[in-house]
C-alpha cells in the first residue's frame, strides 16, 4: 500500500478472478483482520483473516444464490473422552423436518490445523455450497456436521491426539447426532472427508472403520501427522511404517466394503509429495481410490471445488 499526502493508504490491485480471498493488513508487523469488514474467518489460536468475495457470472457455487437455504446449528458438549468443553455445528437442508420421520444421509467433514469448528462454514462456505448444489440437483439433501478437530485440549497434535478425536467422533459425535437428528444410521448413508490434518483424520478414521463410512474423502491430506514429520510427532523407520501402524488391518479386502475412497490434491501443494506417497502405498496393499489432481496450492479455493466434485458423487 501506498500513502497519500492526506495520509491515507490504498492499493489497487490487478483484475481478481472469482473466488473468496483471504487478507489481511499488517501494521508496524502486526497482523490485523480489517477493522471495517465484518466477513471474516476466525483461527482457533490467531485473530483470523478478512474475506473478500469477487462475484462471478454465473454466481459461483459458494455465492449466495435466491434458492432455498438450510440451517445451520451450533452445539456444545463435555467430551468425557478429550476432556474438555467444545462444540460442533450441523448443517440441515432446506427441506428438512424435525418433525417428519424422513432419515438422510450424513457427511462429517473435518477442519485443518489452525481452524476452529466454524471453519468449513466460515472458509469453506460449506452451507451455501450445499444449498445451491441440491437446488441444482447436482447433489442428494444430507446432513453436514462441522466439528472441532483437536483431540486434546488446546491444539495439542500428536499421534495420540488423532486417536483421542476418532475415539470422540465415534462415540460421542456421532451417537448425539443420530439421537438428535433424523439420520440414516447404516455405513452406506454415511461419509467422512476433511482438509489437511483433517483429511489426515478422516481417512485414519474412515479407512480403519468400514463398518462405519462407506464414503472417504482426504483433501490436500497431512499424511505427515501419521507420525513421519517431527514437531509433536514421534518420528518413524520409514513412511511405509507409519501408514502400516495408522492402518493395521487395511487390504484389498477393504475394497468390497467401502464405495468411494477420493483422494485430492492441488499441484502445487507443499503436501503433494505426501498425499503421492501414501496413494503408492495404497496401490502396493491393493486398495482401490479414486485420485483427483488439481491446479492451485494448500488453499481454501481448492478446498472448496474439492467440496463441490466430492459431494456430487455422495450416497448415489
Not at 472469482?18 to 497482523?31: E, G, K, N, R
Not at 498425499?275 to 496401490?283: A, C, I, P, Q, T
Not at 481454501?300 to 455422495?314: A, C, H, T
Request: aromatic residues 12%; contains cysteine.
Amino acid at each position: 500500500m501506498s500513502k497519500d499526502k492526506k495520509g491515507v493508504w490504498s492499493v489497487t490491485t490487478p483484475k481478481m478472478e472469482p473466488d473468496i480471498y483471504a487478507y489481511t493488513f499488517i501494521v508496524d508487523s502486526l497482523s490485523l483482520p480489517d477493522p471495517s469488514n465484518p466477513l471474516m474467518r476466525s483461527s482457533f489460536a490467531g485473530s483470523g483473516q478478512s474475506l473478500l468475495v469477487v462475484p462471478g457470472t454465473p454466481p459461483q457455487e459458494w455465492e449466495l444464490q435466491d434458492v432455498p437455504h438450510g440451517a445451520v446449528t451450533h452445539h456444545f458438549f463435555k467430551s468425557a473422552i478429550i476432556g474438555d468443553q467444545r462444540d460442533f455445528y450441523v448443517y440441515t437442508p432446506p427441506e428438512y423436518d424435525p418433525g417428519s420421520s424422513q432419515t438422510y444421509p450424513v457427511l462429517y467433514l473435518l477442519q485443518g490445523m489452525g481452524d476452529d469448528a466454524r471453519g468449513w462454514t466460515q472458509s469453506g462456505y460449506a452451507n451455501v455450497i450445499m444449498d445451491n448444489l441440491i437446488n441444482q440437483k447436482k447433489a442428494l439433501p444430507m446432513i453436514m456436521v462441522f466439528t472441532l478437530g483437536y483431540g486434546m485440549p488446546g491444539a495439542a497434535m500428536s499421534t495420540a491426539s488423532f486417536r483421542r478425536f476418532d475415539e470422540s467422533l465415534t462415540g460421542e459425535i456421532m451417537p448425539f447426532i443420530e439421537r438428535m437428528y433424523h439420520t440414516d444410521k447404516k455405513s452406506s448413508g454415511r461419509a467422512i472427508a476433511g482438509l489437511s490434518m483433517g483429511g489426515a483424520q478422516a481417512l485414519l478414521a474412515g479407512l480403519n472403520h468400514p463398518e462405519l463410512f462407506q464414503w472417504i474423502g482426504g483433501f490436500s491430506s497431512a499424511f505427515i501427522m501419521y507420525g513421519i514429520a517431527a514437531g509433536g510427532f514421534a518420528k518413524v523407520a520409514s513412511i511405509d511404517t507409519a501408514y502400516a501402524r495408522s492402518f493395521p488391518s487395511l487390504d484389498a479386502s477393504i475394497n468390497g466394503k467401502i464405495k468411494l475412497l477420493w483422494i485430492s490434491c492441488g499441484r502445487s501443494d507443499f503436501l503433494a509429495g505426501n498425499n503421492n506417497d501414501f496413494m503408492k502405498w495404497l496401490d502396493k496393499n491393493n486398495v482401490k481410490f479414486h485420485k483427483v489432481e488439481t491446479e492451485g496450492a494448500h488453499s481454501w479455493m481448492v478446498w472448496r471445488r474439492n467440496l463441490i466434485e466430492f459431494s456430487s458423487l455422495l450416497f448415489r
